[in-house]
Every structure is written in C-alpha cells, then in structure tokens.
C-alpha cells in the first residue's frame, strides 16, 4: 500500500467531456500567456527601475563635482576681487606725481637735481643678523 498504483480507468467520450477538457487546455492556455504576460512585465519594470537609478547616481555625481567646482571658482574670484581693488588702488596712487617721483627714484634711481639716492642693502643686513643669533 505504500506505492499508489495508477489505475486505468477509461474515458467517456461525451460532449460534456471533450467542452471539459477543451475548458481545461483554454485555461492552462491563459495561465501560460498570464505568466508570460507578467515576466516581461517585471522585465521591463526592473530595466526602466535600473535605468532610472543609474540616472540619478549620475546626476548626483554631477551636481556634486559641479558644487565642488563652484566653490573653487568662488574662491577664486574673491581673490581676483581683492586683485582688482589693490590695481585700483595702484590706478589712484599712479595718477600721484609724488608717489610716481617716489617710485622713479626706488625702482630706477633716478633723481633730481643736487639729489644723491643711497641704496642700502636692509635685507642683507637683517638676514645675516638672524643667521648668526640662530647658531
């Protein structure tokens, strides 16, 4: 008794069986379609969900190298405004006849006349001072 023994029965071939069985193989039918229905369903919502992640992990990458980038270039014009207001400075000043004779007399020694210009080497002088405290 453990093993179930099939048994042959033999079929009645009625209409009602044959709508039956035709019944039976329309649903296994549809079950099958069903099935395959809702395989490429799932197929196409998994790529378009991958598809749509890989877009914004992208997207946010990017947004992130271009925050970094702004804020370099942020940086970098504060420092070109500082510039800018040090060369203005330099524009008002050069319009100064004084502070042009100062910088002719510094930069190239030129003088007027009965004027002698010295140049003392401070520098120097102040380098070797802290060289020979430091030894």
């Given amino acids: 008794m453990g093993a179930i023994k099939k048994r042959n029965v033999a079929k009645i071939h009625?209409?009602?069986v044959k709508q039956q069985e035709a019944e039976e193989i329309h649903a296994g039918r549809?079950?099958?379609l069903l099935y395959r229905r809702l395989t490429v369903f799932f197929t196409g919502a998994i790529a378009l969900s991958f598809f749509m992640i890989s877009t914004l992990v992208s997207q946010s990458s990017s947004i992130e190298a271009k925050t970094v980038e702004k804020q370099k270039l942020e940086q970098e014009l504060a420092l070109l405004e500082k510039k800018e207001m040090a060369l203005e400075e330099e524009i008002v000043k050069l319009n100064d006849d004084e502070y042009i004779a100062k910088l002719a007399r510094k930069d190239y020694f030129l003088s007027d006349n009965n004027e002698v210009i010295?140049?003392?080497?401070?520098?120097k002088e102040k380098e070797e001072k802290k060289d020979s405290t430091s030894n």
């Fill in 30 to 32: 549809k079950r099958r």
């Fill in 14 to 16: 009625t209409s009602y």
């Fill in 118 to 123: 010295f140049n003392l080497p401070e520098l």
